[in-house]
């Protein structure tokens, strides 16, 4: 069974910082690009970080661009978002996912991810 289990989530004040993690397991996803996302209460769900299979290409929302770092790891088929300055606005529930897509590229929309996580919580208080 495939599964995406993210954890270091938590409550951190305002300019502190968090590292997530997104380890794999029932297959490998080094080949794939890999994706972060958000969710805050009452809205949608957004784009945070993108990284391609080989780590070679990276991304980000604009709003978390500068504090937020993906990078990945193939033996441990893990990925991370290292996230910097947080702010309270950064407040949500963050999943990981995987596209199973066979190029070097990356991507930005939620219909491109295959696979899912179940989410961390991340909480910003002033």
């Known amino acids: 069974q495939v599964q995406l289990v993210e954890s270091g989530g938590g409550l951190v004040q305002a300019g502190g910082s968090l590292r997530l993690s997104c380890a794999a397991s029932g297959r490998t996803f080094s080949s794939h690009a890999m994706g972060w996302f958000r969710q805050a209460p009452g809205k949608e769900r957004e784009f945070v970080a993108t990284i391609s299979w080989n780590g070679g290409s990276t991304d980000y929302a604009d709003s978390v661009k500068g504090r937020f770092t993906i990078s990945r790891d193939h033996p441990k088929n893990t990925v991370y978002l290292q996230m910097n300055s947080l702010k309270p606005e950064d407040t949500a529930v963050y999943y990981c996912?995987?596209?199973?897509?066979?190029?070097?590229?990356?991507?930005?929309?939620?219909?491109?991810?295959?696979?899912w996580g179940q989410g961390t919580q991340v909480t910003v208080s002033l």
């Open positions: 996912a995987a596209a199973l897509k066979y190029d070097s590229l990356i991507y930005y929309h939620a219909h491109d991810y295959t696979y």
